[in-house]
């Protein structure tokens, strides 16, 4: 069984969008290389930043007293 004539324009289509014209796959690589680095260097700025004790919140949750033991 012989492959048709739109099952081989699909896969020459899909073969050009990968290896066609300039690179695009190590362009679309460093694209998302330059992505992770800026996600790591946001993960650190976040850590660096010391919290202020006023800007804490307690979300421990209170005891009901109604239900206190006998």
């Known amino acids: ?3 048709s004539w739109i099952q081989l324009l699909i896969v020459v289509v ?3 969008l990968l290896f066609g ?3 695009r796959i190590s362009s679309i690589m460093g694209d998302m ?3 992770i ?3 790591r260097k946001g993960l ?7 919290v202020a004790k006023d ?3 307690d979300i421990t949750p209170k005891k009901d007293e109604s ?3 006998s």
């Open 67 to 69: 239900k206190s033991a």
């Open 37 to 39: 680095g800026a996600f």
């Open 21 to 23: 014209g300039r690179g």
């Open 14 to 16: 899909v073969a050009l």
């Open 55 to 57: 800007d804490m919140v």
């Open 1 to 3: 069984m012989a492959p």
């Open 44 to 50: 650190k700025d976040e850590e660096a930043k010391p």
């Open 33 to 35: 290389a330059k992505g």
